[in-house]
């Protein structure tokens, strides 16, 4: 139909989903998930508390229903769901996330152990007082209000904020493309900041944060950061707090002692906290720890029993932190929105900055609107001292003229506010118009009066009306009161402890056996390494060697790779074991070619077919990743065949063609990566084996089914890379010095 055809638009369907997209976009940021740096609160939050207010629900009234207040919330202020809108207020009435909680609840509103809130129906709650400083002023025209939704009620675009809420509670958020993750501090402090930015606008960052000093956690805890750390995430708006939990040793008596936990990290949650704890003790990977217990009440008690009465700690802690939400982090993101509804990532001053700038406007609106009151009331005041000074005559009009109002505000010179004030005055109130009382009150009126247009002309009087502000904020909810003293404290960790893994893992005697087809296990005990291990029907042994649970067993591959696992880790059992694969990332086409213990101040010779190799020192061996760290480099179609560890002076070295050289071990470079250098030169052919000895001993080979050991070493020594004698009479037809090498 042609009046359809009209309406219907042509668009580039790209351009038109880029711009809804971004329409959706920008109203996740600044309508849900971004808190405004000037009152530090998100929609949802500023609705909560406006209709709590609009309810009466100040500090000193009786509690209302939740699901009362949601209703209301849902019904006028913010049309989502009523979960959503009831888990936010049930965090602001939290004590363990909300530094100074917004909401005072009556009943269950969770807990620390992740329990969830009772029904709404249930529980009641009401306002703060921190609640009540954040939206003082909403009656003076302070902010700005908007229609609601459906344009039947209005809201505050921004609450007043006389306390900083955004530092002092902190925000979390996730938005599309951005989010905000922002650490609660301690009030008091926030203020002293606040206080020397009026006092110094232009101070750098670092006195500001010797006054914030860091965050101030609700559950208390302990930051191991340095200040430059500190002072580096706050410059940036970006970083990371390690935090740790707060412990102490209980002292039993007769030497046994027993470690409390008494606060733990920010946003842990504490029954998953000692359920993980549990499970390592029931994995035997704290062998120290004896039994965990969860003692708590309304404070925070983790009971932690050691083992014996000599177990170290410190060392049992630091295990601890390592391995569980005993030592977490808390990745800080200043990203809000400023004053223009711009989300951006700021400074710790900046932040400081946008809550003065707001404070100036607030205070402004507030003496403006005060100040129209002050003059709409001295215009009433004096009307009532004209009608005081001539009441005959005012009654006279009243009784006797039909249009009292005109004769009057033409008799006396009134203004129209003056001659209605006067009409609606009742007459019980005649008596008490006394020329006294209202000149006394005129009087102060308009010294009060004074006083705002000193402060509205004056920018200094300003800054120094909001710096009393800030100190009576600070005297109301500082440190002196039992919410306002700082529960996170800071202790910097000078260096890493180093915990031994004997401490962590039972010491005892294993032999480790891996496959031809790449599979491991263990078994308890020095098995001889000559027995008749069982394997699948198309597998055989590869090479078993003897260990401890606490050893680290190094393996070197043929593409030359060192790899280290730890010996407790090996799969142990009557089974097959588990495929080395899944314990290291070992490439497709790569095989072990040795495995043997980790001993510190060893050294290795390493080797490859083609019969090139070099000396490595321990310290190159052990990997810090699965991916095993690269050593020996390699030519196309070269591969490692050899790791031998250094026990001698002399090295002895036979080729795929019979060939025999022995020379000294010293002519060998030590390296920490390389191709190595020549160690036998070869027509064709490669390298087949080799033996590191000490001179005076010699080197031995099997013979006849015995050992026969060559000390007469003139006929094969030489130097590195020469081609070698040929080996002696009766030396192994497949070029090994003994059966079983490979």
């Not at 900041?193 to 670092?206: F, G, H, T, W």
């Not at 906290?273 to 925070?300: F, M």
């Not at 983790?302 to 990745?331: C, G, H, W």
């Not at 004698?725 to 070029?735: Q, R, W, Y």
Request: aromatic share 8%; net charge negative.
């Amino acid at each position: 139909m042609p009046e359809f055809e009209q309406k219907i638009k042509n668009v580039a369907l790209a351009e038109e989903l880029s711009t809804r997209y971004l329409s959706y976009a920008m109203s996740t940021i600044v309508d849900r998930a971004l808190p405004d740096v000037r009152d530090g609160l998100k929609p949802v939050h500023r609705r909560l508390l406006f209709a709590m207010r609009q309810l009466h629900l100040d500090p000193k009234s009786g509690f209302k229903k939740c699901a009362r207040v949601v209703g209301d919330v849902i019904g006028k202020y913010h049309p989502h769901g009523d979960t959503a809108v009831y888990g936010a207020m049930c965090r602001l009435a939290q004590d363990f996330s909300v530094r100074y909680p917004l909401v005072d609840g009556q009943g269950n509103f969770g807990n620390i152990d992740g329990d969830n809130p009772a029904a709404m129906r249930y529980t009641e709650a009401r306002l703060t007082e921190f609640a009540m400083a954040l939206m003082e002023g909403l009656n003076d025209d302070a902010v700005d209000f908007r229609d609601t939704y459906d344009g039947e009620e209005s809201e505050p675009v921004v609450m007043p904020g006389a306390v900083p809420n955004l530092l002092c509670n902190g925000s979390a958020g996730i938005a599309v493309g951005m989010a905000t993750n922002i650490p609660p501090h301690n009030l008091s402090e926030v203020c002293d900041a606040l206080l020397l930015l009026i006092e110094k606008p232009d101070v750098e960052i670092e006195p500001l944060v010797r006054k914030v000093k860091g965050p101030d956690f609700p559950t208390g805890g302990i930051i191991i950061d340095s200040f430059a750390t500190i002072l580096a995430n706050y410059t940036q708006g970006r970083g990371n707090f390690r935090i740790r939990a707060k412990w102490e040793k209980e002292d039993l008596g007769q030497g046994q002692y027993q470690i409390v936990v008494t606060e733990i990290p920010y946003q842990v949650v504490k029954s998953k906290l000692i359920e993980r704890i549990a499970l390592l003790l029931q994995e035997k990977k704290i062998p120290l720890l004896s039994d965990v217990r969860d003692e708590s009440t309304h404070d925070i008690r983790i009971v932690l029993e050691p083992k014996s009465r000599n177990v170290d700690a410190n060392l049992l802690m630091e295990y601890l932190f390592r391995q569980t939400e005993l030592e977490s982090r808390f990745n800080m993101n200043m990203n809000v929105l400023d004053s223009d509804n711009v989300p951006r990532v700021m400074s710790i001053k900046e932040v400081l900055q946008e809550f003065l700038r707001h404070r100036q406007i607030v205070l402004q609106r507030r003496s403006n609107y005060r100040l129209q009151k002050i003059n709409n009331r001295l215009e009433i005041l004096s009307g009532y001292l004209i009608a005081y000074l001539n009441l005959d005559e005012i009654i006279r009009i009243i009784r006797e003229e039909d249009e009292p109002k005109a004769v009057m505000m033409k008799a006396f010179s009134l203004t129209d506010n003056q001659a209605e004030a006067i009409l609606n005055m009742k007459l019980r109130s005649l008596r008490k118009l006394e020329e006294t009382e209202i000149k006394n009150e005129f009087d102060e009126l308009s010294e009060e009066k004074g006083q705002l247009e000193a402060l509205l002309a004056d920018e200094t009087l300003r800054w120094q009306k909001i710096s009393e502000e800030i100190k009576l904020i600070r005297e109301k909810f500082g440190k002196k009161t039992a919410l306002g003293r700082r529960r996170t404290e800071f202790a910097e960790v000078a260096e890493e402890i180093e915990v031994p893994i004997e401490i962590l893992v039972e010491k005892e005697p294993i032999t480790v056996i891996l496959s031809q087809k790449g599979w491991i296990r263990c078994t308890k005990g020095h098995n001889p390494l000559n027995e008749e291990f069982k394997f699948k029907d198309d597998d055989s042994l590869l090479m078993a060697i003897h260990a401890q649970t606490t050893d680290k067993i190094i393996l070197f591959d043929t593409s030359g790779k060192f790899f280290n696992i730890q010996g407790s880790e090996i799969p142990s059992g009557r089974g097959f074991g588990q495929p080395l694969r899944l314990m290291v990332d070992l490439g497709n086409n790569d095989n072990i070619c040795d495995m043997f213990v980790f001993e510190p101040k060893a050294s290795y010779l390493i080797a490859s077919n083609n019969g090139r190799g070099f000396v490595v020192d321990e310290n190159h061996l052990l990997a810090q990743t699965r991916n095993g760290r690269k050593i020996m480099n390699l030519a196309d179609g070269e591969t490692a065949v050899f790791c031998k560890k250094i026990t001698g002076d002399m090295v002895a070295v036979i080729g795929d063609n019979r060939k025999l050289l022995i020379f000294k071990m010293e002519e060998i470079p030590t390296m920490a990566r390389g191709r190595g250098v020549t160690l036998q030169k070869y027509k064709d052919g490669g390298l087949s084996d080799i033996q590191i000895f000490n001179e005076a001993d010699g080197f031995s080979y099997n013979r006849a089914g015995g050992t026969k050991t060559e000390t007469d070493l003139l006929s094969w020594l030489g130097h590195r890379a020469q081609v070698g004698k040929l080996a002696p009479f009766g030396f192994p037809k497949n070029n090994k010095f003994f059966k079983g090498d490979k």
